[in-house]
């Protein structure tokens, strides 16, 4: 009965909350459509105001390098006739030419000058640690030597600056004496600059950065230094900061945003000034405007909103119980969920338990027939030592020591047998690397040597020419080569003439088969599921093929098996090949 009432006093409501509903839709609309008219006006306004001064500020700089460049630009003429400077290179004689060149500079204002010989020697210079510097290999030395005006070098330097100097030739009595040389001073400019949040660039005739804010840009064209900026997310950051709020197209990006571009002419050698401005004066202000809109508009909002949430109150009390019972039923599944968690970190430890578990079982197969392989060179160095010992009782030092070399011999080969088995016990390596198939085949059939010995089975190789290289863990693999001629063995005990046959072909992929002559596979759905066997109990846990199968997947291939047609199994490992390409990406 109570719940009868409340769901018709909530049909009372309906009308209501109808109309509270479309008073919201109504207003929201409105409120949008607002807000989009006053950004766009007031966006094209504010940024033509913006780009308006961003060109004057082009214009004024573009004055004021020129007029930097200009003013430089006569003192080489002046100072190529100074009588004082063309009389110290006649007569050798330049004690006080430093000093009249020092006070120059600050007349002039001048970043430094420099008197060159006519072999290019530093005579004077107003920085003295720069005296008898040979300039004879530098462009505005022979260039001026060449010309009768002054000419303008702007040279790349190996920070990535640029130098900029006029140099003019010298002549007494028709012949050329020396080369007067003025620096200019312009990254001054780049300073003042910098103060502002603009970047400005001056590319030369090339299009090559000489002059900027941004150091790293020096040298570049202004294509490759735009794409120095970064890339991540750049365009993202641009169309959230500008484009849903602009009905300008951005110019450029520039440190992620979009920005603002104007070019300008500088009538100086087809130099060209660049600004990027970013769109924050623009958004500030015109965000200013539309906050008070926004606000007027969320306090009508609020009045619709404070009418809905009389009728959401109802609603809610209806549902606290059903949130009630969805949270104790979240939290008995978040328990759940922990616990499943909990038991798989447990499987995986148990799995790679058992992994290296089967690894000693079958260490411990071999374990007899090796104590025996070993028995046998400890039995020959017993006898050769006997032998040794005679012969040095005969004075035969040589005879003797062949025996040693005998017996150095059976000292490698024991210690071969030995290796192997460590190698075989040992967990695999981290981190992958080149492994050649033909070697980890050869040494998995040296591991296997003695159960092979204890049977005679035909042993069929088909391996290709050159080698066959993957990426992988050569100590897993082996592992699982380990395995399938084992389960190849073990599949042919009941045959009359055991054959094992061993294909390793390379293509797209390095394929490695092992083919027997046993009664084949009963249940191809199963074989790979962990503690699936045919053996009888005692002879294995079920483990060896799942174990491959896993290690073959985290190398990136695949553990397939089928029936041959001739009968037995068939086992294929399939693993990526690695070639030039594939080993130059590792």
Not at 429 to 451: G, I
Request: net charge neutral.
């Amino acid at each position: 009965m109570a719940m009868s009432g409340s769901r018709s006093g909530l049909r009372r409501a309906g009308p209501f909350s109808g109309r509270a509903r479309i008073s919201l839709v109504l207003l929201l609309l409105t409120a949008v459509g607002t807000v989009w008219i006053t950004n766009w006006l007031l966006t094209e306004r504010f940024t033509e105001t913006t780009r308006n001064r961003a060109e004057l500020r082009l214009a004024l700089y573009s004055g004021n390098l020129l007029s930097e460049l200009r003013r430089n630009a006569i003192v080489p003429q002046l100072l190529a006739r100074d009588p004082a400077l063309i009389s110290a290179l006649n007569s050798q004689d330049f004690s006080q030419s430093s000093q009249r060149l020092i006070s120059f500079a600050d007349e002039i204002g001048a970043a430094s000058l420099m008197l060159l010989d006519r072999d290019g020697r530093a005579v004077a210079a107003t920085d003295r640690n720069r005296l008898g510097e040979s300039h004879r290999e530098a462009a505005y030395f022979f260039d001026a030597l060449r010309s009768n005006t002054t000419v303008f070098t702007a040279l790349a330097q190996e920070a990535g600056n640029y130098s900029f100097s006029y140099a003019r030739r010298m002549e007494s009595g028709g012949d050329t004496v020396g080369v007067i040389m003025v620096e200019v001073d312009l990254s001054k400019f780049e300073g003042d600059w910098a103060r502002i949040t603009d970047a400005v660039i001056v590319t030369n005739s090339e299009g090559k950065v000489i002059l900027s804010t941004e150091p790293r840009w020096r040298g570049l064209e202004l294509k490759e230094a735009l794409q120095r900026q970064p890339a991540e997310g750049a365009i993202e950051r641009a169309i959230r900061a500008t484009a849903d709020w602009t009905a300008q197209q951005a110019d450029a990006y520039l440190r992620g945003e979009a920005v603002m571009r104007i070019d300008g002419k500088i009538l100086f050698q087809n130099w060209t000034l660049t600004t990027f401005t970013t769109y924050t004066s623009v958004r500030e202000r015109v965000n200013a405007v539309l906050a008070l809109e926004i606000m007027g508009f969320a306090l009508l909002a609020a009045l619709v909103f404070y009418a809905l949430s009389r009728q959401s109150a109802i609603r809610m009390a209806l549902f606290q119980r059903d949130a009630t019972e969805l949270r104790a039923l979240n939290a008995r599944l978040s328990r759940e969920i922990a616990e499943r968690e909990r038991v798989q970190k447990n499987l995986a430890v148990a799995e790679q338990s058992l992994a290296q578990s089967s690894k000693l079982a079958a260490l411990g197969e071999m374990s007899a027939a090796v104590s025996h392989e070993l028995n046998q060179p400890l039995a020959a160095m017993k006898t050769y030592l006997a032998g040794a010992r005679l012969l040095l009782r005969r004075n035969r030092p040589d005879e003797a020591l062949s025996a040693f070399h005998r017996i150095d011999d059976l000292i490698e080969r024991m210690g071969a047998i030995t290796r192997q088995l460590k190698s075989f016990a040992r967990k695999g390596q981290e981190q992958l690397s080149p492994v050649d198939m033909s070697e980890a085949l050869a040494s998995s059939l040296a591991m296997m040597e003695p159960q092979l010995k204890s049977r005679r089975v035909k042993i069929t190789k088909i391996l290709p020419n050159g080698s066959v290289r993957v990426m992988g863990d050569r100590m897993r693999i082996e592992q699982v080569l380990v395995n399938l001629l084992r389960n190849a063995l073990d599949a042919t005990k009941s045959v009359d003439d055991p054959q094992v046959e061993i294909i390793l072909a390379s293509g797209e992929t390095a394929t490695l088969t092992v083919r027997d002559n046993g009664t084949g596979i009963e249940d191809l759905e199963s074989l790979f599921e962990p503690f699936y066997t045919t053996k009888l109990p005692g002879d294995g846990v079920g483990l060896g093929l799942a174990i491959s199968s896993g290690i073959v997947s985290e190398l990136g291939g695949r553990l397939t098996a089928r029936n041959g047609e001739d009968g037995g199994a068939v086992f294929e490992m399939q693993l990526p090949i690695l070639n030039e390409s594939t080993e130059a990406a590792e």
